[in-house]
């Protein structure tokens, strides 16, 4: 049986929601190395855009680590997958000819294109791209890397 209730939120993006109460904050938390993950040769030319997008909004956060590379790798290649799913069954449409010539049946592109945007949004969320995943999220005076977060984490943990 898997675990139940809703995902555990990360101490960063915990603090970045302004959390102040020290028992909700999970101070002894496993840090990753910092850095932003390194983005693979092999991505095609979709997932490789994804990436820079996801590189653009989150990378200079501090919320992304090179540990979170696979996850990233995974977004991404889902969304290039569901654009392509997506485009085709677009231009096929929810209906196609089944084996016997009269006959309709459900055109299977359906249940890719619905699975490609289950995985993504569930990755996004992972990620903190989902509107509802960053709803609470407060981001450093200005944006700019660091500031007062990363002063805060360096004297506290």
Not at 15 to 33: A, C, F, H, M
């Amino acid at each position: 049986m898997g675990r139940r209730g809703p995902a555990p939120v990360p101490t960063r993006l915990k603090l970045l929601r302004g959390e102040t109460r020290p028992s909700r904050v999970n101070y002894r938390e496993p840090k990753p190395l910092p850095g932003l993950p390194e983005k693979p040769l092999d991505l095609a030319p979709a997932a490789d855009a994804a990436w820079e997008i996801v590189l653009a909004e989150l990378g200079h956060t501090g919320v992304l680590t090179r540990a979170d590379g696979f996850i990233v790798r995974g977004f991404a290649e889902t969304v290039a997958r569901y654009l392509q799913a997506s485009s085709l069954y677009a231009a096929s449409g929810p209906l196609i000819r089944g084996a016997r010539a009269n006959e309709l049946v459900r055109n299977p592109l359906h249940a890719i294109v619905r699975d490609d945007l289950a995985l993504m949004v569930s990755l996004a969320r992972e990620l903190g791209l989902s509107p509802s995943a960053r709803s609470g999220l407060r981001a450093a005076q200005g944006n700019e890397p660091g500031g007062r977060l990363e002063a805060f984490l360096r004297h506290s943990g």
